[in-house]
């Protein structure tokens, strides 16, 4: 009796075993025929994600919503894919074809993505934007996120991401730090007065949520009057 009994666990317990696997495989089917040539992307851990319940915003680069973009991954492009980076945990994230699951991207096989219109590149620890590219020189931008103390709404506590833009350009085999309209002007003596008109005359908005745009159109200028010479 009792080996029937040990006999009757042990078809149980093999059925309870493999019936989830056979449930697994017809999704991991679907899985592989969807991603294709693109499923070397989609072998690293999932996303861990930010609740609204515990954070008031979020750390990912302009919107937390998934963009058009492409990932040049261990030497190969990929294309036509939807990404999103967080520049808190310094992750690019991806959506399965199936869009079913939020994965990280091994970032230490990423030469460079683009998300929208914008190409990042890597700097340091980190993935800056190109802003401003020429053989003379190169403008570009990087976030640096930390959490910060925590904030209270509707006598709720939540934590709260602060990210600080870092503009840097690049000229001479030289790295710069810019802040600001000051600081860019400082880094060319030679056309200060031109470059400071051409910045009043365009009404150039130096402000943090339009620094981006102004910095960018000033290299451009500055940019062109170097090569006038």
Known sequence: MNIRKTHLLILLCTFCILTPVYTQQPLFEEFKKKAGDYAALYTNK?????????????????TDEFQKGAVCYNGLLYTDIKLRYDTYKKQLIVITPEKRILLQVDMRKVDYFIIGEKKFMPHKDTYSALLYNSPQMRLTQYVLCRLGASVEKN????????KNARFVLSKDDTEYIVTSRS???????????????????????????????????????????????
Not at 183 to 208: M, T
Request: charged share 30%; aromatic share 20%; hydrophobic share 35%.
């Open 155 to 162: 006598r709720i506590s939540y934590r709260k991401f602060e």
């Open 46 to 62: 999932v996303e861990v994600g930010y609740s609204p319940y515990f954070y008031i915003n979020h750390p990912y680069w302009d």
């Open 183 to 229: 600081s860019f002007l400082k880094l060319f003596p030679v056309y200060k007065k031109q470059l400071k008109r051409y910045a009043r005359e365009q009404d150039l908005n130096f402000s943090i949520s339009h620094r981006a745009e102004a910095l960018t159109a000033l290299t451009k200028y500055a940019d062109s009057l170097i090569n006038k010479k």
